[in-house]
T-cell receptor, first 115, second 115 residues
Framework: KQEVTQIPAALSVPEGENLVLNCSFT??????LQWFRQDPGKGLTSLLLIQSSQREQTSGRLNASLDKSSGRSTLYIAASQPGDSATYLCAVRHDQYSSASKIIFGSGTRLSIRP | DAGVIQSPRHEVTEMGQEVTLRCKPI?????LFWYRQTMMRGLELLIYFNNNVPIDDSGMPEDRFSAKMPNASFSTLKIQPSEPRDSAVYFC?????????????FGPGTRLTVL
């Protein structure tokens, strides 16, 4: 059974710092991995999606990497801003479920950027 | 497109009452998902549909929960009778299998409080 873990559960850093959020999964046979952002009281916004054949994806100040063999992904945020404060969730789609589109979420990292 | 639309955004009801949550997926999407998010359990998949047909309802917690998708543009999640432990945020998401690696797009959620 696939399990997705995100550590730490919460992180607070001063504005301007570069930071890394971690995601690990127990079964490396994944179809893809997706990073989401969730603001308080809001839905999920997709940030980056990495296919299993890819090693990283970039969008603006965000860079997500994927190491399938070790069951890890990282989300790198450069030059953090207070507006980056949110909960970040990673989610994996397991290969054997790819045709069924089911994805499994981590519990998230609550990020706070101090001005 | 307006994105995934959910209604109501907030629902407060008393234990024992019937609750109906509604979702309008993105036009043209062929998959629809219902998720529940709580502090204790995080984000859990309840059920998903493909072309209006329920594919996997193994996440539905009890027989009190039921979901329907009468057509491609509308789905409901019903809880009858509701209980305080059903209090959570319920998200609907949709995706198109043939594009963007089946990326899921989430609605804003319905915050349900059962007193």
């Amino acid at each position: 059974k696939q399990e997705v873990t995100q550590i730490p559960a919460a992180l607070s850093v001063p504005e301007g710092e570069n930071l890394v959020l971690n995601c690990s999964f127990t079964d490396s046979a994944i179809y893809n991995l997706q990073w989401f952002r969730q603001d308080p009281g809001k839905g999920l916004t997709s940030l980056l999606l990495i296919q299993s054949s890819q090693r990283e994806q970039t969008s603006g100040r965000l860079n997500a990497s994927l190491d399938k063999s070790s069951g890890r992904s990282t989300l790198y945020i450069a030059a953090s801003q207070p507006g980056d404060s949110a909960t970040y969730l990673c989610a994996v789609r397991h290969d054997q479920y790819s045709s069924a589109s089911k994805i499994i979420f981590g519990s998230g990292t609550r990020l706070s950027i101090r001005p | 497109d307006a994105g995934v639309i959910q209604s109501p955004r907030h629902e407060v009801t008393e234990m024992g009452q019937e609750v109906t949550l509604r979702c309008k997926p993105i036009s043209g999407h062929d998959y629809l998902f219902w998720y529940r998010q709580t502090m204790m359990r995080g984000l859990e998949l309840l059920i998903y549909f493909n072309n209006n047909v329920p594919i996997d309802d193994s996440g539905m917690p009890e027989d009190r929960f039921s979901a329907k998708m009468p057509n491609a543009s509308f789905s409901t999640l019903k809880i009858q009778p509701s209980e305080p432990r059903d209090s959570a945020v319920y998200f609907c998401a949709s995706s198109l299998y043939s594009s963007s690696y089946n990326e899921q797009f989430f609605g804003p959620g319905t915050r349900l409080t059962v007193l």
